[in-house]
């Protein structure tokens, strides 16, 4: 299994602000990977984060809004930039230990724009 | 992109009640995951069972990839099973993204 602590846990943030997400695990992975999930809805990936080179956004997600970090192979940060209340959601990074095996997932950070 | 369809979207079950919930998906799949979405939601890893059957006390799951379709079965409910069940899938090799489910709502009353 995989231990992932992110942080924070939850917050309330004013419009037009940004909120970093930090994602730290227990062990080196090779691939890290951020989702959103919106109220009622189901988990959406935003975009998947590679040591040492960008990282890779799905379709309707883009660097400006969701710029991502990954400096080292056990952390990583999303920042959700500019904020609006549409971007409430529930975040959550996520890892695989290895080839084509289970993912596991960090607890989660839910936000609320204001 | 592949479709992973579950159903019931919702359920209600007396507290002691067994369920069984259903995940179809669209094409083949190397993976496949169960989680439970607490009310906190934090997803906890049920499953990985990309093939056959496997069984943690209380819960089971059987995946039949050949006819894309997947089971979690809940025996002897309780309060605390309450949450949103997801599968999960990934359908090619190495380190890819996970696809969700719509996922099942289900709610257990004493």
């Known amino acids: 299994s995989a231990v992932i602590s992110q942080k924070p846990s939850r917050d309330i943030c004013q419009r037009g602000t940004s909120l970093t997400i930090q994602c730290q695990v227990d062990?080196?992975?090779?691939?890290m990977f951020w989702y959103r999930q919106q109220p009622g809805q189901s988990l959406t990936l935003i975009a998947t984060?590679?040591?040492?080179?960008?990282?890779?956004?799905e379709s309707g997600f883009v660097i400006d809004k969701f710029p991502i970090s990954r400096p080292n192979l056990t952390f990583s940060t999303l920042t959700v930039s500019n904020m609006s209340p549409e971007d409430s959601s529930i975040y959550l990074c996520?890892?695989?230990?290895?080839?084509?095996?289970?993912?596991?997932f960090g607890q989660g950070t839910r936000l609320t724009v204001v | 992109g592949i479709q992973v369809e579950q159903s019931p979207p919702d359920l209600i079950l007396q507290e002691g009640a067994n369920s069984t919930l259903r995940c179809n998906f669209s094409d083949s799949v190397n993976n496949l995951q169960w989680f439970h979405q607490n009310p906190w939601g934090q997803l906890i890893n049920l499953f990985y069972?990309?093939?056959g059957t496997k069984q943690n006390g209380r819960l089971s799951a059987t995946t039949v990839a050949t006819e894309r379709y997947s089971l979690l079965y809940i025996s002897s409910s309780q309060t605390t099973d309450s949450g949103v069940y997801f599968c999960?899938?990934?359908?090619?090799?190495?380190?890819?993204?996970?696809?969700f489910g719509t996922g099942t709502k289900l709610q257990v009353i004493p």
């Open positions: 069972i990309p093939s």
């Open positions: 999960a899938v990934t359908n090619s090799g190495g380190y890819q993204k996970v696809t």
């Open positions: 984060a590679n040591q040492g080179s960008e990282a890779t956004y």
């Open positions: 996520s890892v695989e230990k290895g080839l084509n095996t289970e993912a596991f």
């Open positions: 062990s080196q992975v090779t691939m």
